[in-house]
T-cell receptor, first 112, second 117 residues
Framework: GNSVTQMEGPVTLSEEAFLTINCTYT??????LFWYVQYPGEGLQLLLKATKADDKGSNKGFEATYRKETTSFHLEKGSVQVSDSAVYFCALSDRADEKLTFGTGTRLTIIP | GAVVSQHPSRVICKSGTSVKIECRSLDFQATTMFWYRQFPKKSLMLMATSNEGSKATYEQGVEKDKFLINHASLTLSTLTVTSAHPEDSSFYIC?????????????FGPGTRLTVT
């Protein structure tokens, strides 16, 4: 079956530091890949996505590249801000049934 | 962007009672809605897939008689936790898939915190 493995965290960084949150997946076929963000007290929001190999998703300074050869979709940001503090979830969607499979989430805290 | 609401945001109930949680898509029609359960410090677990006008499809290990799902219209799905017990305490999240979407993007509600005493 499908599965997603991501850094557990928590991750604490200083403002303006470089961020990487690792995500690898196992899937049959060719899934779409997503990063969702959950701010305190809110629901999940789509941060970025990629639907095929070598696609790069980007939003709000975050980037992730769909790497089929390494089955990875690592999230990166060059300079984090305090407002980026949240829980980040990597996920994949099997196109056949549109179900999302989530990683365990990584709690990120940015300190000024 | 698309908005999905959930009601209530928090509910406390006594063991043995039933609780209904509503999930609404406010500005689009959702042919498919999903219900998830999120455990503390853990990921979201898909409970069931709900299609408008048909019976929900439950994931393995989810009791369909305990977690009743009704998708009566294109903008509303409800989850009823019947005869709730303390182990049902959790964060329940719904998501909705727009009927005309081709991007497989689900829009999530803010979640409902259920506490069973």
């Amino acid at each position: 079956g499908n599965s997603v493995t991501q850094m557990e965290g928590p991750v604490t960084l200083s403002e303006e530091a470089f961020l990487t949150i690792n995500c690898t997946y196992t899937a049959t076929g060719y899934p779409s890949l997503f990063w969702y963000v959950q701010y305190p007290g809110e629901g999940l929001q789509l941060l970025l996505k990629a639907t095929k190999a070598d696609d790069k998703g980007s939003n709000k300074g975050f980037e992730a590249t769909y790497r089929k050869e390494t089955t990875s979709f690592h999230l990166e940001k060059g300079s984090v801000q305090v407002s980026d503090s949240a829980v980040y979830f990597c996920a994949l969607s099997d196109r056949a049934d549109e179900k999302l499979t989530f990683g365990t989430g990584t709690r990120l805290t940015i300190i000024p | 962007g698309a908005v999905v609401s959930q009601h209530p945001s928090r509910v406390i109930c006594k063991s043995g009672t039933s609780v209904k949680i509503e999930c609404r898509s406010l500005d689009f029609q959702a042919t498919t809605m999903f219900w998830y359960r999120q455990f503390p410090k853990k990921s979201l677990m898909l409970m069931a897939t709900s299609n408008e006008g048909s019976k929900a499809t439950y994931e393995q290990g989810v009791e369909k008689d305990k977690f009743l799902i009704n998708h009566a219209s294109l903008t509303l799905s409800t989850l009823t936790v019947t005869s709730a017990h303390p182990e049902d305490s959790s964060f329940y999240i719904c998501s909705a898939l727009p009927g005309l979407a081709s991007s497989y993007e689900q829009y999530f509600g803010p979640g409902t915190r259920l506490t069973v005493t």
